[in-house]
């Protein structure tokens, strides 16, 4: 397995060299990739199991695995809020503190026992998260230059993804040998090292005279009557993050309940779609350089698509690998390829304000997605979920296909990479 990743790395490598970046964007490559490796452990060791010990080991109710997600969406209906907080004022420590506090959290665990306290954890933590969002989205923009940001994040992510895939595999087992409540502060203490790595990163200011607009929902509004390109954006994301947000109830659900899957299985599944991701990474970061950023999000769609329809057919636990690998794709997609278009949509100076426009749309349907995911899981069973998860998702894909085809023109003008100028 450490000879297939190490040749998985040397291929992740060759796909994004480092001597086609900058040597500034390779300083900051270099930062971001230690800390992403740190973050990377932290994420491999807490999130794929934090759902299924919710249910098998706390017996958490599927109103219960429904409302951890729920709540933090409710978080992301404040994003205009954090926007005029963060107005004006450098976008890294909005980014440090938030990550390092909300990893700091998991340090609790060995003092839950029941299945709200844990809730609470994971509630706050995303609660923090959508303090950071529009942050880093503007950390991003002042830290790597338009015409390398896909290559130099897909790097980062890479790179970064390596040594979790390993983890990742045998976490499972370590948890059901030592116990999630000695692993989890463990990956605490590594994810509040990676929040404080980040300092180090080298972002630029803007120019004077690039301070935001005003932010509010009143402008947020105006601003998305007034930009078609951005309405694009949220229309295509509406309905995909409606499918997402879904099946977060559900696939607890038919883990522990109708596939009877244990940690080491969600391990090994864990594993296999960090190599899939491993790979992606560096195709959809020279997708978004080469093609645009729009286009690129379409190709994430159409990937997503399959994993609803896979966990739809799925009669037995091997059958989820391949949802690991589409879910993997999709999220890996998701991660880079959003931000960068949103940043590009949005010009300097309202990455911020369109983040949060993003998020606040995200926090409407994260409490109405997963509360519809219980009810579905409910009364019709939790196959009912997937399915209508796939149908919204196949509108996205099919809404922003459409949409491209109608303004092809405009979306070549605003999305394609532009010409690399010297600021």
Do not use: K
């Not at 059901?176 to 404080?196: D, N, Q, S, T």
């Amino acid at each position: 397995m450490r000879a297939l990743l190490a040749r998985l790395g040397g291929r992740a490598r060759a796909a994004v060299p480092l001597g086609e970046l900058a040597p500034e964007v390779r300083r900051a490559v270099r930062i971001d990739v230690s800390a992403t490796l740190l973050a990377t452990l932290f994420v491999s060791l807490t999130g794929p199991f934090t759902g299924l010990i919710l249910r098998r080991e706390l017996g958490a109710t599927p109103f219960q695995l429904a409302l951890a997600p729920t709540a933090g969406a409710v978080c992301l209906l404040l994003s205009l809020l954090w926007v005029r907080a963060m107005a004006g004022r450098p976008p890294l420590p909005y980014v440090v503190w938030p990550g390092f506090a909300a990893r700091a959290l998991f340090l609790l665990v060995p003092f839950i026992h029941t299945a709200w306290p844990f809730v609470g954890i994971l509630v706050a933590g995303q609660a923090l998260a959508a303090v950071a969002g529009p942050a880093q989205a503007a950390l991003v923009h002042g830290v790597y230059p338009r015409e390398q940001r896909g290559r130099a994040l897909g790097l980062v992510r890479m790179m970064g993804a390596v040594p979790g895939i390993l983890l990742v595999l045998g976490a499972g087992r370590l948890l059901a040998a030592v116990g999630y409540r000695w692993v989890f502060p463990a990956a605490a203490l590594l994810g509040m090292a990676a929040a404080l790595r980040q300092r180090a990163l080298p972002f630029r200011a803007g120019p004077a005279g690039s301070a935001p607009p005003p932010v509010g929902l009143r402008e947020a509004w105006a601003a998305v009557r007034a930009d078609r390109a951005l309405r694009r954006l949220l229309a295509g994301s509406t309905l995909f993050g409606a499918g997402i947000w879904l099946q977060m109830p559900a696939t607890p659900v038919l883990l522990a309940d109708v596939l009877g899957v244990g940690t080491a299985q969600v391990g090994l599944f864990a594993a296999t779609a960090g190599v899939a991701g491993l790979l992606a990474n560096g195709v959809w970061g020279r997708l978004a350089d080469t093609r645009g950023s729009l286009p690129a999000l379409r190709a994430v769609y159409v990937v997503g698509l399959f994993t609803p329809l896979l966990y739809l057919v799925a009669r037995s636990p091997w059958t989820l690998a391949a949802a690991a690998v589409t879910e993997s794709l999709t999220h890996t997609g998701l991660d880079v390829i959003w931000m960068m278009a949103v940043i590009d949509v949005a010009g300097p100076r309202r990455i911020t304000q369109y983040m949060a426009i993003g998020g606040t749309l995200a926090g409407v349907r994260g409490v109405l997605g997963p509360l519809a995911g219980a009810f579905l899981v409910a009364r019709l069973g939790v196959h009912a979920v997937y399915l209508v998860a796939a149908a919204t998702m196949a509108a996205a894909a099919l809404v922003v296909s459409l949409q491209l085809r109608a303004a092809a023109p405009a979306a070549g003008r605003r999305l394609a990479p532009p010409v690399p100028t010297a600021s």
